[in-house]
């Protein structure tokens, strides 16, 4: 027999699907989107070298730096530990590569995957809905496009990554994921009433 | 009373009719008026009644500091039970209703009453009556008079908003010193936020006759807010800043009005690095008999109801001050047509310009002149002037005026901890020393003249940024000159003088205060209510201070004020829970499956996470539900969906020691593919968590903490790797989220995973009791453990959450000719009761150590130091007759949760007890069992005891906790 | 001139000219038979029972600032006696039945309103503890109940029975209910005035004389007080009171925050803490919604209060009663709670042989009064700890023998 | 609202975002079987609670996870130093 995977938001996965309860921007979940991550027992560079060669791809070293490849993105989540986001079918074979490269696991990678939920929202009201649950500078310069930042959105754990000037992915933790569609829900009701 | 609107004036838009009602009552008003300015217009004189003595009251002010137009207000989008009427734009179909008075404040049958009563009903009459037969006999009928107006039971409907943001500076007010700021600070590149409270910019230029650089002074105002636009600086009109935290971290409350009234309401957060407080000052009334009449109002907010709005509060104006502004309000009345008003000033010289000004208008002026006395009930008909010679003349007017100087609004700077100072030249308390990174200017720092408040401005913006922008100038003198404080009439009877006029404190009451030695500023606020209203004592607080100090022989300056508490204006409490409710609260978590669970009957209940409790079979209830499940178990295979479980990966060279150091048991000698159970202390000795461990490799463990403690787990250890070992090469890992894990439990446990397609052997020998497997189940990545917590053979199945919802109805589906049911929680957890495992945080408490529950011998054992270790030598962890879990089997009648268990030798309550029943249900296997924590309970076996449970005692006998299979013959098959 | 209502008539038509200090201000004396430090309920108290039950009246309390200007004019007014352990049920026990007839012992209408305490019960753990803590206060002689969630409902009638967290019913303890807070340190003053005590406004205390491991004299701002014996009650600065005295306390101080709305008509009779929200709420008699949460967690003598702490608790009084929505928060405000290990007090001998202490209240200060100045007032008197004492000495952590009541509650206390 | 520039991801971090941990510098016995009951339960209950300058632990939970050491005036809550853990605070 053979399991099926389902999306938070239950959509199948390696693909993106519309959230159209959220109505000022275009909201689409994104379980076309897979990751790792990366635990090393040490703090700093030192194995970031040896993590990049197995990994394919550049690890960044500071808070809000996210590192891309055609295929991969690097985010730095701690001075120890990144999240590599990448295909979903790649999942297994990164996590194997650098099991490889660290056989006594001074580094170590773990199916993410499916710890977060993410989202994309696109348009220029998505940074108003992004103030009303983060601290965060929203304003170009404090949230330079192409940066990723991790803090609690709406309270709950999340990662937020600046595509563009109007367009942000969000991975939240998934057993929240649904809350946090019905709370961009709510704001949007009220969005659209307060202008 | 008669107030009217002028034939012209005002910033209003006579073009825009509006209709409202007040008290049922139709109306009119126009677009651009608040509520206040609107009734007044009208004519309208009572518009309540006062808390204590049902006195009528009239609209008093303009703003937010008016103590008597509390109002409910029913607009286009809801409902407020009470607002400020100042505060409140006109809009159509407006309806506007008083909250106090009854059967209506223009006729008040309970005024005559306590007209009678207010000679008895001083400051503190509370304290010293109404003791017997006690307090309660009383407190309904005082209760009954309590508040404005009442929520109405239906839930605000309003939008609510919520922003963060920060900005380089935040001006506080768009008066004159904070524009003076603003224009400083242009091309400065500074990233400003400019607020006011009002819906334009300007401040008292909205309704002084300034002249600044050159123009009108609103002209100006408005060049200086379009430049601000243009440099990209952001003007939040219709907002109050309400509170000033640490890190200049502000709370403000923006209102969003359309023409159906206030639709939205924002609630900011906002950082700033530099300050301007410019909040500026309100009028301050003087202390006369009557002085709480409809038709008496704040000098200043006259000269808004007559600029800003083209209102007029009555036919003739007396004005009373101590200052040279009661002049400029005169001249206005005069300009705008009012009857010939007179002015009545304290002092023995006035500036001679001012008065010379009035003269040419016709203005009578009495100097060295109070108010003795008014003329009229609920309306004012005349005041009665004493001069300085003693000479009372009786002037007719039907509204009066008063200044007794200025109040700086320093509400902000206080909430931050600055210390108010009584500074004598303005006759007020401001703050001298101002928190890091704040400027203060004009009005709110004590200046009175309009060139200073300019000056000032300008200098807060230069101390920021130093620009090329000159200082703008003021083309006129506006100002108050000096201020000769008159804290209280010299004439009339102190108990007809209203200091706070929302909770009708009196002088009297100041002094009767003074008198039984309740004198510190707090205690006289405490025990007189002085101050302690809604409008929180803006227009009282200093004068009652100053009468205060004038009952003690002390000066002002040393009596001090009460201390300033945000928010600066009332907030409403459905703004700041903004979208936080139900689930916005806490957000529920969801497993994977959770929709399968849904569909099969779950009764969800909330263990952290929404967890079936149990599933509905048929409609049976749930003790029946339970029984069915636990049944399945014994005799089949239950599904129960174990995905909260905690996952937390431990890897690294320094894996195995660093684990070592948190769980009780000797995890050293695990090998790779075997499991531990174990719980885990703090450092006191006391059991936090319990939970299995496996080893997945030498250098990588999988620590499963309980499910309500997974992610508190993973910090813990984290925690201690940062501060106590940051040289053990550990990495922590914490998963849970990702992955789903069902358990399978019972004798055909072994069958229903076969059928899962396992690609590692799970046969008895080759997946033992305790082992840890990685590998594939239904095609896909998989670990499983050979754990139970059921006492049944048991399998824990973790695979990737995508595919738990396949998982859940794979097993279910697959077992359904083996007897495969979901299991909820319930039925779980009395299936471990059954075998005498722990449920921690049910059998446990917060002094449980691991000697408690039986974990001696393995603490013993095992050599190294682990956290908790040391702990449990102290003398009270190591001592004789601690409570210990143990087994209980009733005797005579079923044991409940929760029972004491009495102390040997009683058997009535009240009585010492020695522990309690901490589970206990009916097992279908072997019928009431319980466990309990008691008093040196492994010494008891055998015992009976006697348990209190909700009236009744009943008796149980000691014994061991494990109830079925005591020979783990099931848990091995 | 003593309160009742014949006297309240007669001044009121006589000009309310007769009405006396209800305390006086006595300038210090060089030397007393002991001295209480801290104006507050605690210190008040003692002051009244050292004089009334030990006869002891050549006696001053030194206060800083103003008579109950702490934590006494600072909490959100509750008492109850829903307390587990033997010891702490025996005191607070003690404070209920203390205060229950105390404005008439003291002469003063302290206002207790027994409106109710309810603690709801939102989940079947919580009833499982509630059920526990129902038959352990029975037990103990204390009252205290469950009842069904439809008569909370029918008890408050505002209140949301199937939100966040859902409402199984509520723990009820009938006695417990609100106080007018001032009212008690008043109280106590002026009684204790009456028999004698001088109590010293504005007079902080700035070090201590000792001479073989004994205080001898007090040095203050208003000058240097001999004693034979000193009462420590300064919650919130015990542990700066107790390091000028030489000695340590496992206390750390920390902000509780507490905030009224604006009165509104009543409607809500009974006092009321959701543990899922871990906000506690009742309506004053002019109608103002009180309300108090958690602490605010790290280390503070700021006595003012934080923006999250406030949002939580709005929040949380709207997610309890929606219809508090459109009411309008109006003043919040901040106190210094002393903490212990086990949020018990502190009570008894200190290491200074003529010390006395009375800390570590926590966030129940106001409820104990009554028995903290009793006991305080006997570990004076007597030199030895009051045996319902004996069991919260400073002691006890050394031992390990902590009496952790939120631990045997799984809630905050 | 607390707001600490953790030192180790670099950004300014909110009250929410953070989590306290008491007293910076406990130090927990090395050799916990040797140390007397005294030491230990020193070790456990008692710290130091000063009116002003406070040595003490915060974590940037919700950014980098990391601990680190602030030096923080009890009363008036003004940060006046943070350093990352491995380091002494000097204010």
């Known amino acids: ?195 | 009373m008669s107030g009217y609107r002028l034939k012209s004036g005002g910033r209003i838009d006579r073009s825009k009719p509006l209709n409202f009602t007040f008290d049922g009552r139709a109306m009119q008003g126009f677009a651009g008026d608040t509520l206040s300015s609107a009734i007044l217009a009208n004519g309208v004189g009572t518009i309540g009644r006062s808390f204590k003595y049902h006195r009528p009251r009239g609209i008093y002010a303009a703003g937010i500091e008016d103590p008597n137009a509390m109002l409910e207000v029913v607009d286009g989008h809801g409902r407020e039970p009470g607002l400020r009427a100042g505060q409140v734009h006109l809009v159509e179909g407006l309806q506007a209703r008083s909250v106090t008075g009854w059967p209506s404040p223009q006729f008040d049958l309970v005024s005559a009453a306590t007209r009678l009563m207010s000679p008895f009903m001083t400051a503190g009459f509370y304290y010293k009556t109404l003791k017997w037969p006690n307090w309660s006999w009383y407190e309904e009928a005082v209760r009954k008079a309590a508040g404005f107006g009442a929520p109405d039971g239906t839930v605000d409907g309003r939008q609510r908003e919520y922003r963060h943001a920060s900005c380089d500076v935040l001006v506080i007010g768009a008066g004159p010193a904070g524009l003076a700021a603003v224009s400083s600070l242009k091309g400065s590149g500074r990233d400003v936020v400019l607020v006011d409270h009002a819906s334009s910019a300007g401040g008292a230029l909205r309704w002084e006759a300034a002249q600044i650089d050159g123009s009108e002074g609103m002209i100006w105002a408005d060049k200086v807010v379009a430049d601000c636009q243009a440099d990209g600086g952001q003007v939040l009109l219709n907002t109050f800043v309400t509170g000033a935290y640490e890190g200049n971290y502000f709370t403000l409350i923006e209102s969003l009005v359309d023409h159906r009234g206030l639709k939205a309401e924002r609630i900011w957060k906002l950082r700033a690095r530099e300050i301007i407080m410019a909040t500026g000052a309100v009028d301050r009334p003087l202390v006369y008999q009557n002085n709480d009449r409809p038709g008496t109002f704040l000098s200043t907010s006259v000269r808004q109801f007559i600029s800003e709005y083209g209102v007029a509060p009555g036919k003739r104006l007396a004005i009373f001050t101590n200052n040279d502004s009661g002049y400029l309000t005169a001249l206005q009345a005069a300009a705008a047509g009012m009857a010939t008003p007179v002015v009545i000033d304290t002092r023995s010289a006035p500036s001679a310009a001012h008065v010379e000004a009035a003269r040419e208008k016709g203005i009578e002026v009495f100097v060295q002149s109070q108010v003795a006395d008014v003329v009229g009930g609920r309306g004012l008909r005349a005041v009665r002037v004493v001069d300085q010679a003693g000479k009372i003349r009786t002037v007719s007017c039907d509204a009066i005026a008063l200044t007794g100087g200025a109040t700086p609004m320093i509400h902000l700077a206080a909430h931050r901890g600055a210390k108010p100072i009584y500074d004598e030249a303005s006759a007020s308390f401001v703050c001298a020393t101002l928190p890091k990174g704040w400027h203060g200017a004009g009005a709110a720092t004590g200046s009175r003249e309009l060139a200073d408040v300019l000056a000032q401005g300008h200098a807060a913006g230069q101390a920021i940024v130093a620009t090329v922008n000159s200082a703008p100038v003021a083309n006129v003198a506006l100002g108050m000159g000096d201020v000769v404080p008159m804290w209280q009439a010299k004439t009339g009877s102190a108990k007809k003088m209203f200091v706070d006029l929302q909770n009708d404190v009196k002088a009297s009451d100041v002094q009767l205060a003074a008198q039984e030695n309740y004198i510190s500023a707090e205690h006289l606020k405490r025990y007189s209510t002085l101050g302690m209203g809604t409008d929180q004592g803006r227009t009282s607080n200093i004068n009652g201070l100053a009468i205060m100090a004038a009952a003690t022989g002390r000066e002002v300056a040393k009596v001090g004020t009460t201390t300033f508490r945000p928010p600066y204006t009332a907030t409403r409490m459905g703004a700041i829970a903004h979208h936080r409710q139900n689930d916005g609260f806490a957000p529920r978590r969801r497993m994977p499956a959770h929709s399968d669970h849904a569909s099969n009957g779950a009764q969800f209940e909330d263990f952290g996470w929404q967890r079936p409790d149990w599933y509905t079979k048929n409609g049976s209830d749930r003790e029946a539900a339970v029984g069915i499940e636990m049944t399945a178990v014994r005799t089949g295979v239950g599904v129960f969906d174990a995905s909260p479980l905690g996952k937390v990966e431990v890897v690294g060279p320094d894996a195995r020691v660093f684990i070592n150091k948190f769980y009780v048991s000797n995890l050293a000698t695990l090998k790779p593919g075997r499991i531990r159970y174990s719980v885990m202390c703090h450092d006191d000795g006391i059991i936090f968590d319990d939970g299995v461990v496996a080893c997945v490799d030498d250098n990588f463990f999988l620590a499963g903490p309980t499910s309500g403690n997974a992610e508190t787990v993973g910090a813990w250890f984290e925690r201690w790797r940062q501060t106590e070992w940051p040289d053990m090469a550990v990495a922590i890992a914490p998963v849970t989220s990702n992955w789903a894990a069902i358990a399978l439990a019972g004798p055909k446990a072994r069958d229903l995973l076969a059928r899962l397609s396992p690609d590692f052997d799970i046969s008895g020998e080759g997946f033992a009791h305790m082992h840890f497997r990685e590998g594939t189940i239904g095609g896909v990545p998989a670990r499983a453990a050979r754990v139970s917590f059921t006492g049944e053979l048991q399998y824990e199945i973790a695979v990737p959450a995508r595919y738990g919802q396949a998982l859940m109805q794979a097993a279910l589906s697959e077992g359904a000719d083996l007897g495969a049911v979901p299991v909820g929680m319930e039925a779980w957890l009395r299936l471990r009761l059954e075998k005498g495992y722990l449920h921690l945080g049910a059998d446990t408490n917060g002094r449980t150590t691991p000697l408690d529950i039986g974990m001696g011998g393995v603490v013993m054992k095992k050599a190294a130091d682990f956290i908790g270790k040391r702990a449990l030598s102290l003398p009270y962890n190591a001592s004789e007759g601690r409570e210990e879990l143990v087994g209980l089997k009733p005797v005579d009648a079923p044991i409940k949760i929760g029972g004491r268990i009495l102390a040997d030798g009683y058997a009535q309550i009240p009585c010492p007890s020695i522990g309690n029943v901490t589970s206990a249900c009916d097992s279908p296997l072997a019928g009431n069992i319980a466990m309990a924590l008691i008093e040196g309970g492994s010494k008891r076996m055998g015992e009976k005891v006697k348990i209190y449970a909700e009236g009744k005692i009943t008796e149980a006998e000691v014994c061991s906790p494990v109830f079925v299979d005591p020979q783990n013959e099931r848990l091995h098959a | 001139m003593n309160y009742n209502v014949f006297n309240l008539l007669w001044q009121g038509l006589t000009g309310n000219k007769g009405w006396q200090q209800a305390w006086r201000s006595p300038e210090p004396k060089p030397r007393y038979d002991a001295v209480i430090i801290g104006g507050g309920g605690h210190g008040l108290a003692t002051a009244y029972y050292l004089a009334r039950e030990h006869g002891m009246t050549n006696i001053a309390l030194l206060e800083k600032g103003w008579l109950g200007g702490g934590n006494t004019g600072r909490n959100t007014t509750n008492v109850r006696s829903d307390y587990m352990f033997p010891e702490s049920a025996a005191i607070y026990d003690l404070a209920l039945r203390l205060y229950e007839t105390l404005g008439k012992d003291l002469n003063y209408n302290i206002m207790l309103s027994q409106r109710g305490w309810l603690t709801l019960i939102e989940d079947q753990h919580q009833m499982e503890g509630a059920r526990h803590k129902a038959n352990w206060l029975q037990c103990n002689g204390v009252d205290g109940e469950i009842i069904g969630a439809g008569q909370v409902a029918e008890m408050m009638p505002g209140l949301q029975m199937d939100g966040r967290y859902p409402v199984r019913g509520a723990f009820l303890q009938k006695r417990g209910g609100t106080i007018r807070h001032d009212a008690v340190a008043w109280g106590y003053a002026r009684a204790a005035d009456r028999l004698g005590v001088d109590i010293i406004q504005n007079c902080e205390v700035q070090g201590f004389e000792k001479s073989g491991g004994r205080i001898a004299a007090i040095q203050t701002s208003r000058g240097r007080i001999e004693t034979d014996r000193v009462g420590l009650a300064v919650a919130g600065h015990s542990g700066a009171m107790a390091e000028k005295a030489g000695f340590r306390l496992p206390v750390t101080s920390h902000c509780l925050q507490a905030m009224v709305s604006e009165p509104v008509k009543p409607f809500l009779d009974h006092v009321v803490i959701s543990p899922g929200t871990g906000v506690y709420i009742n309506q004053t008699q002019k109608g103002e919604m009180v309300m108090g949460g958690v602490l605010d967690l790290y280390h503070s003598y700021g006595q003012r209060g934080n923006f999250p702490t406030i949002e939580k608790v709005v929040t949380s009084a709207v997610e309890m009663f929606p219809t508090l929505s459109q009411t309008r928060l109006m003043r919040h405000w901040a106190g210094i709670v002393d903490i212990t290990p086990d949020s018990s007090p502190i009570l008894g001998q200190t290491p200074v042989e003529n010390m006395y202490i009375n800390c570590g209240w926590g966030t129940g200060g106001f409820k104990a009064i009554p028995p903290g100045g009793y006991m305080l007032a006997h570990s004076i008197a007597k030199e030895t700890p009051h045996e319902l004492a004996a069991p919260f000495g400073l002691n006890r952590f050394r031992d390990n023998r902590l009496v952790d009541e939120g631990a045997a509650a799984g809630i905050a206390h | 609202m607390i707001v600490l520039n953790c030192p180790y991801c670099g950004q300014d971090r909110h009250e929410e975002e953070l989590t306290y941990g008491g007293e910076a510098e406990i130090i927990r016995p090395l050799e916990p079987e040797e140390a007397s009951d005294e030491l230990w339960t020193e070790y456990l209950y008692f710290r130091t609670n000063p009116k002003g300058t406070h040595h003490e632990q915060w974590c940037c939970s919700g950014g980098c996870g990391q601990w680190f050491k602030v030096a923080r005036d009890t009363v008036s809550h003004d940060i006046l130093e943070v350093v990352t853990f491995d380091k002494r605070l000097s204010a």
């Open chain 1, 1 to 195: 027999m053979m399991l099926t995977a389902v999306s938070p938001m239950g959509i199948a996965i390696g693909k993106s699907a519309a959230l159209p309860a959220i109505t000022v921007v275009e909201a689409q979940e994104r379980s076309d989107i897979g990751a790792v991550l990366i635990v090393t027992t040490r703090d700093g560079g030192g194995f970031a070298e040896t993590l990049s060669k197995a990994l394919g791809c550049t690890l960044p070293l500071t808070h809000g730096d996210v590192l891309q490849t055609v295929d991969k993105r690097a985010i730095w989540l701690t001075p120890r530990s990144w999240i590599i986001l990448c295909a979903p079918d790649d999942e297994a074979d990164l996590v194997a590569a650098i099991n490889k490269a660290f056989p006594d696991r001074e580094a170590n990678a773990s199916r993410f995957s499916d710890a977060l939920a993410w989202l994309t929202l696109d348009g220029e009201a998505a940074e108003n809905l992004l103030r009303q649950g983060s601290f965060l500078s929203f304003e170009p310069l404090g949230f330079p496009i192409g940066h990723g930042k991790r803090t609690p959105l709406a309270g709950i754990p999340a990662i937020i990554l600046r595509e563009s000037e109007a367009r942000w992915t969000i991975g939240v933790e998934r057993s929240r994921a649904q809350y946090f569609c019905t709370w961009l829900a709510g704001l949007t009701n009220s969005f659209e009433a307060a202008q």
